[in-house]
């Protein structure tokens, strides 16, 4: 598909997704795969089923193949609800559908909350597939040149980490004191190499690749379109958009919770995700990204 046939879609798409829906969010689109009917218990110290939500992909993946298996360990039985959408998982962990729920990056869960009056807080990180720019027709960084024309994802959370991550390499120089979460076009202090930066909704910009120089890719779409995150030419530094469980207010402190997090930041896990995610940006806790800062 051409670049102006994919920009031509774009505009002329008559679907608004507002705020509270995609655009903080850095997280995998997803196929729903159960759904739990029953309400999730009240938070007590003999409390033995938990209840995770998560969106369908690696978040879903992490508690088949890892987490399940050690919190049964402990003695609980552990229910799996997958989401397609990044509305939901909130409001069911609000309403008590859920116990737990990894999806989502603090940022939107910051906004999402006092615009819907939810008493949610984060409780860990989770490995998380990262911003990266990926080739287009330039192959390595050192081939930028000015004029160059670098795709990236036209919601307002992203085109900001986008906008971050070119400031970084001196592609171009934001204003001082921007806040890097909501950082604009109209925050570019210069542009010295005379970017082109082409907008694009976040699932094009894997196959339009070869129609720029560089490519601002989210994680998610990269490996939903068989790209390597290990390919990334760099990605960005931050942790902000690093993932987040999140649990009720009065749920934070309970037994249970300590366990869930505990399975998330233990040895075991740590080995499954350096196999299973090679690429991803680690929790902060752990000390040790990874992710291929530049090449």
Request: glycine fraction near 4%; hydrophobic fraction near 40%.
């Amino acid at each position: 598909m051409k670049l102006a046939d994919i920009r031509n879609q774009v505009v002329s798409a008559t679907a608004v997704v507002g705020i509270s829906v995609m655009v903080l969010v850095g997280c995998n689109n997803a196929n729903q795969e159960t759904a739990s009917t029953d309400k999730a218990t009240d938070s007590t110290k003999d409390k033995k089923t938990i209840v995770i939500g998560t969106t369908e992909g690696d978040f879903a993946d992490m508690v088949r193949d890892q987490v399940k298996s050690d919190l049964e360990a402990k003695g609980y039985t552990v229910k799996l609800t997958t989401f397609t959408d990044y509305v939901r998982p909130n409001i069911a962990l609000a309403q008590g559908d859920l116990d737990i729920n990894i999806f989502q990056h603090k940022p939107y869960l910051d906004t999402f909350k006092k615009e819907n009056n939810l008493d949610l807080v984060e409780v860990f990180q989770v490995p998380t597939a990262p911003l990266g720019i990926y080739s287009g027709k330039k192959k390595a960084l050192n081939e930028a040149y000015n004029g160059m024309k670098v795709s990236a994802p036209n919601d307002p959370s992203n085109f900001a980490r986008a906008l971050v991550m070119m400031n970084d390499l001196g592609w171009i120089t934001l204003k001082d004191n921007v806040d890097p979460l909501t950082a604009s076009k109209s925050d570019i202090a210069s542009n010295p190499m005379n970017i082109d930066i082409v907008e694009l909704e976040a699932a094009q910009l894997p196959r339009a690749r070869d129609e720029v120089d560089f490519a601002i890719i989210n994680g998610n779409y990269a490996t939903d379109s068989g790209i390597k995150l290990t390919d990334a030419l760099y990605q960005e530094k931050s942790f902000a958009y690093v993932n987040w469980s999140a649990v009720k207010t009065a749920d934070k402190d309970a037994k249970w919770v300590k366990d869930v997090t505990d399975s998330y930041n233990s040895d075991s896990f740590k080995a499954y995700a350096h196999k299973t995610f090679p690429g991803y940006k680690y929790p902060k806790i752990w000390n040790e990204d990874q992710t291929a800062q530049s090449k």
